[in-house]
């Protein structure tokens, strides 16, 4: 459920939804939680060869999809660094993480 995210993830869930298309660029996560200061750089995408797609912003209590609750669980996981992440749908695609050497070992 929405209404159970801590506000940095439920802010990241509003930036993916109003996005559609993107990147969130270097955006910050502190004990497994987004983090928006200092703020990300937000790159969005528009397709001209299509319709414009009706923006919905969700419902505070509706269900997340499964895409977001991956997100966080990996986030959490992660614990602390830089990210990226590739929108797509409205969804988070692709979670890109900044490493040290060291984080790999």
Same mark, same amino acid.
């Given at each position: 459920?929405?209404?159970?995210?801590?506000?940095?993830?439920?802010?990241?869930?509003?930036?993916?939804?109003?996005?559609?298309?993107?990147?969130?660029?270097?955006?910050?996560? /502190?004990?497994?939680?987004?983090?928006?200061e200092? %703020?990300? *750089?937000?790159?969005?995408?528009?397709? +001209?060869? =299509? !319709?414009?797609?009706?923006?919905?912003v969700g419902?505070?209590?509706?269900?997340?999809?499964?895409?977001?609750?991956?997100?966080?669980?990996?986030?959490d /996981?992660f614990?602390?660094?830089?990210?990226?992440? %590739?929108? *797509?749908?409205?969804?988070?695609f692709? +979670?890109? =993480? !900044?490493?040290?050497?060291?984080?790999?070992?």
């Amino acid at each position: 459920m929405k209404s159970a995210l801590n506000p940095g993830q439920r802010q990241t869930v509003e930036i993916i939804e109003v996005l559609g298309f993107g990147v969130i660029e270097r955006l910050s996560i /502190r004990e497994g939680s987004p983090c928006f200061e200092p %703020e990300p *750089r937000i790159v969005q995408t528009i397709k +001209l060869d =299509l !319709e414009p797609e009706q923006l919905t912003v969700g419902n505070a209590d509706l269900t997340l999809r499964k895409e977001f609750e991956n997100l966080f669980d990996e986030l959490d /996981r992660f614990r602390e660094g830089v990210v990226d992440i %590739e929108v *797509r749908h409205s969804a988070p695609f692709r +979670l890109i =993480l !900044e490493r040290r050497y060291e984080g790999l070992l």
